[in-house]
């Protein structure tokens, strides 16, 4: 395990193109206010609020790769080997994300147990590799790092929690390698049903796809415009010294849902820096991904591998645009005795962000059941 300075480098900016000397993007001059020392800056500044003990550092896999990890303990605890004998939480988090994200939680989640948090790889600060082209191989990557990671750190079993992107990642973890996980916690996952069919209705001559959900926010159909041609994150990148202003316009959410932990752009900028740099992560969900609303290998037709004895907990924001009847699905394949599917009203595709205090609440509850 590698530790990270204690001094942040000095600020700069980083101008390189999309990937490959015959990229589209290859002529567009890409001189873009990022860098991964201003990446480091903004998430210090969002971790500075952390109450709890925090041990932030790299933890180097066998391919050299590193992999960004935050460990939280309760430091109020009056005997730590209390907090010790509790199954550790691990959070995963979704496309585009990193560990600032879970601000709202972290210091709730570690009152009684360890809790880990990690960049997934190509994401964040984290290392950011080559992806494999191919839906199963870039799969196995993502998941092949998460499990030398878990042995790097030291880890018996944990409960698992990923959110959306980190969701699908978490239950293709915990059908590999199910000795590992003692309770499957998924929210708002991504990419678990099959792409829907289009049905024509003669009658009234109209065309309409069979999904009951909101429909998605402007900043995904945004994303959506590109993702066919380029990676889902290059118009970012080519946005150069505008970028972050990108960001405000089609996440204001972000800002909103931390407003009152921080008066300025500190979430959209970390939103930014983690996105903004050379692409590797999204590669491999572009890999994976039909487009953004869909998987190539949809998690649906897998989830019967999970072990029926393993707990498994689905949560979705009631106004997601995540299909929630995925859920639904899950609970026939598998035993309902050890599948739950529930709701928080009045949250989004951020669960934990709309509603910090509900989620914070169930996951604390869904963990004390384990121990």
Known sequence: MDPTPSTPAPAAFQSDCETGPGSVWGWWPSW???SMS??????SKILNCI???LWARFVTLPSQDRIWTLTLTNKTVPKPAEQDSKMPLVMVHGFGGGVGLWIRNLDALSRSRTVYAFDLLGFGRSSRPSFPSDAAKAEEHFVNSIEQWRQS????NMILLGHSLGGYLATSY???HPSRVSHLILVDPWGFPERPQIQSHENQGQTTELVKRPSPPRWVKAIVSVVSLFNPLAVIRAAGPWGPGLVNRFRPDFKRKFEDLFDDDTMTQYIYHCNAQPPSGEVGFRAMSE???WAKRPMLQRIHLLPSSMPLTILYGAQSWVDSSSGDKVVQVRSPARTKVLLINDASHHVYADQPEK????IENLCNSVN
């Open 174 to 176: 915990a059908i590999q």
């Open 38 to 43: 201003l990446l480091k800056a903004t998430e």
């Open 359 to 362: 989620f914070n609440r169930v």
């Open 291 to 293: 487009s953004l609303g």
């Open 51 to 53: 109450q709890n003990n």
């Open 32 to 34: 873009r206010p990022t």
């Open 153 to 156: 750190v030291g880890l018996e």
